[in-house]
């Protein structure tokens, strides 16, 4: 983004005090990311307050400040730099992307679901780029501040904008769509995820909100293997175009025929009459779901089939989404950014496949906001681990006791262990026979809070080095 500050006073319905000359070409809410041309929004919060830094935050070349309190800051060359002051400075980020959304002729796609969605952005994202500039959220920032960061880090003249909504609290989906104003809104699935936030309503009913904000126009892309979203969507939108994954009579369909020596899955695609194979940066049943969803979204947005093969041979995977790396004798499958109950059963299910009757080993987290579904969905996990019958699962985090009484019900004879740290892990493994030299495959999984990251760093060692 590229634009006056006079241009912020117009978006904002608000003038600032002190001189409005000027330009901002960046907006963010982290002092240590301004620069030169940029626009620091004060972001109050529970240990930080944002306020704090704008002195900070013009030191590095902030040329305005957007704050919910008056402030007087100046420049290195002794002028006051321009203020607007907002009842709430996280909704009026969320109005100034409105703004710049409207101004922009890219054709702009919101995508949310339980599981998946942020795979399906990014590999989304690299398909449309086949056919044009395409901007899309860093990572996962799908949140009331992180999406509309990277709506305004767009530069505004791309052909489409990929946008992730993610949501954990009642009203999150309502104002994320306001923002967004989506052409095309793509819904990938529901399942249990932030219960502990959404009340009664259901996770469906949630996700659909973003349905009821399409742009003049837009379109609505929808699982219809999940009879309550289907439901939902149906009641937001009457005319809503479905894929499915589970071999249904529809328009777009999708299916998992194996995968490559590298890994890659091998999909077979049926896109409103014509029908091409896709090799994507993920493998496993589970997969067919995400790549029918891609290829459903790029067709209706204009793509050819032969294009949308060319952007999945070519897409990649952020780090910890289903990375897959070999070290020493064993395959590691990083996949430790977030789990919820049905991302985590995708992964086993994926992983278990992957090991191919190798040892598989299962490092695991603690899913966190589950609410008062958190014991039940942890005990029917340990029932589902108990089913693919893995040598080891090794948990981090609470809930162990539900986790090991659902193993113990499914009649679950491997070995199993609690650890905390990467001494523990190492611990366990000798304690389970697992060694360097044994080889096998170990997936880690589990929600961010639980930073299994470190235990697949300190494993990858382990199995490559034996110490």
Request: proline share 3%; glycine share 12%.
């Amino acid at each position: 983004m590229r634009v006056s500050i006079a241009d912020i006073g117009e978006a904002l319905h608000i003038a600032a005090y002190a001189d409005m000359t000027g330009e901002v070409c960046g907006v963010v809410t982290d002092s240590r990311k301004a620069g030169p041309g940029s626009l620091f929004v004060c972001v109050p919060g529970e240990r930080v307050d944002g306020h704090d830094f704008a002195a900070a935050a013009v030191e590095r070349g902030a040329t305005a400040l957007l704050a919910q309190r008056p402030l007087s800051v100046m420049d290195g060359n002794g002028r006051e730099v321009p203020v607007f002051v907002v009842p709430d400075s996280v909704e009026a980020l969320g109005r100034l992307a409105r703004w710049w959304r409207d101004r922009t002729s890219a054709a702009v796609v919101g995508v949310t679901g339980t599981a998946g969605k942020t795979t399906v952005k990014e590999v989304l994202a690299q398909v449309l780029s086949v056919r044009g500039k395409t901007a899309r959220n860093e990572l996962n920032l799908n949140n009331q501040i992180g999406m509309p960061l990277s709506m305004l880090a767009a530069d505004g003249d791309e052909a489409f904008w990929v946008m992730e909504a993610g949501i954990s609290h009642e009203g999150d989906m309502e104002a994320l769509g306001a923002v967004l104003h989506p052409d095309l809104a793509l819904i990938l699935n529901v399942g249990a995820g932030h219960t502990a936030g959404l009340g009664k309503k259901g996770v469906a009913w949630h996700k659909t909100r973003l349905l009821a904000a399409l742009a003049e126009g837009g379109r609505a892309l929808v699982s219809a293997d999940y009879p309550d979203l289907a439901r939902e969507a149906r009641a937001v939108v009457g005319e809503t175009q479905f894929f499915t994954a589970e071999g249904r009579p529809l328009r777009y369909s999708g299916a998992y025929t194996g995968h490559q020596e590298s890994g890659r899955g091998v999909y077979r695609l049926r896109l409103d009459g014509d029908a091409c194979d896709v090799h994507a940066p993920f493998a496993g049943g589970y997969g067919a779901e995400n790549a029918i969803a891609v290829a459903a979204a790029a067709h209706m947005l204009g793509l050819t089939a032969a294009e949308i093969v060319r952007g999945f041979a070519a897409a990649t995977l952020p780090p910890q989404r289903f990375t897959r790396r070999q070290c020493g004798a064993w395959t590691l499958i990083d996949d430790s950014y977030n789990a919820n109950p049905l991302s985590m059963r995708r992964m086993l299910e994926a992983a278990s496949e992957a090991a191919g009757g190798r040892n598989f080993v299962a490092v695991l987290g603690e899913m966190l906001e589950l609410g008062d579904l958190a014991e039940k969905e942890h005990e029917t996990l340990g029932r589902e681990l108990a089913e693919l019958r893995p040598a080891a699962v090794f948990w981090k985090g609470g809930q162990f006791e539900a986790v090991r009484n659902g193993l113990e019900r499914g009649k679950y004879t491997g070995c199993t262990a609690q650890v905390s740290d990467e001494a523990s892990l190492r611990a366990a493994l000798e304690q389970c026979g697992c060694s360097p030299a044994q080889g096998g495959l170990v997936l880690f999984k589990g929600s961010r809070g639980n930073h299994l990251e470190t235990l697949a760093a300190d494993f990858a060692v382990w199995a490559q080095n034996g110490e």
